[in-house]
């Protein structure tokens, strides 16, 4: 513990570096004061002098104090990203269920064009922590954690789909479909790829990235389900009805949407990657 020490007090980005030994336990307390941007060093330092990783505890603080002529850069610690995305890339039972009440909402949503239902099923729909971990596995080149967040978010689709067509023959059946209803009325953001449809979707896979760095992602996952959730609900509600000619454009909107996502959010990460690896080289720090 004395050469953590040591070694924490010569790393720049740390400091009040502190020990507090227990004579009786024959153990030793080490904290200290780290900036996000050192963090990682910090990390790769107790990593080489061997405290195995279950000993080591990183707390996130918001302080209040008189302001500082150097600010702290805006960094991320590339340990917790990857941490986070492992998290994400998981499919618990919460998720399904969430997905699968997207889809029962999203089916009404499209059943009865109503916007305000639509934007329900986009709130509910947890499809923007899967995306998010895949993108983080393409920027760390992490292949197992792209597989695993692409293979969670199809499964997520599939049972927002499942659920939407199950809803959709459900109501058919008991000739409850609204009178003239035609799948060829359905906006066409949800059945026809356009450009909008290009940058909507790279704007929110940047913005899906960002909210989750700053663990804002409540706030942001209906930009993010806005592009996957009314197509997967038109997907359901075209199978429930039997209408399946309208199946391939709905899938190409989707297809789509992910895709650009994908693009949007790795950009945005690679992007600071880049950036923090330039400030590590060169040693210079954002003021």
Do not use: K
Not at 156 to 166: K, R
Not at 210 to 239: F, N
């Amino acid at each position: 513990m004395t050469a953590v020490a040591e070694g924490l007090g010569d790393l720049a980005g740390a400091r009040h570096v502190a020990v507090a030994s227990n004579d009786r336990g024959g153990t030793a307390l080490v904290t200290a004061d780290v900036r996000t941007d050192a963090a990682d060093a910090a990390l790769a330092l107790l990593a080489r002098l061997g405290v195995p990783a279950d000993d080591v505890v990183f707390a996130r603080l918001d302080t209040i104090g008189a302001g500082s002529d150097q600010a702290e850069p805006l960094a991320l610690v590339w340990a917790d990203v990857l941490s986070q995305a492992r998290v994400q890339a998981r499919a618990p039972g919460r998720y399904f269920v969430l997905m699968a009440t997207a889809g029962v909402v999203g089916a009404f949503a499209v059943i009865n064009r109503s916007p305000v239902l639509l934007v329900g099923a986009m709130a509910i729909s947890p499809d923007l922590l899967p995306i998010t971990a895949a993108c983080t596995g393409l920027v760390l080149r992490r292949t197992r954690l792209v597989g695993h967040g692409l293979v969670t978010l199809i499964i997520g689709f599939a049972a927002t789909w499942m659920l939407a067509a199950i809803v959709t023959a459900f109501v058919d059946v008991l000739g409850l479909l609204p009178d003239g209803f035609n799948l060829d009325e359905i906006p066409a953001s949800q059945t026809h790829v356009h450009a909008s449809t290009i940058l909507v979707a790279l704007s929110a896979g940047i913005a899906g990235m960002l909210a989750i760095e700053t663990r804002a992602s409540s706030a942001v996952g209906v930009a993010i389900s806005v592009t996957t959730v009314p197509a997967v609900a038109y997907l359901g509600v075209a199978a429930g009805a039997g209408e399946r000619g309208h199946t391939l454009s709905g899938l190409a909107v989707l297809s789509t949407n992910v895709a650009m996502m994908l693009i949007g959010g790795s950009a945005a990460l690679a992007l600071q990657r880049m950036i923090a690896l330039r400030r590590a080289r060169t040693g210079v720090e954002d003021v």
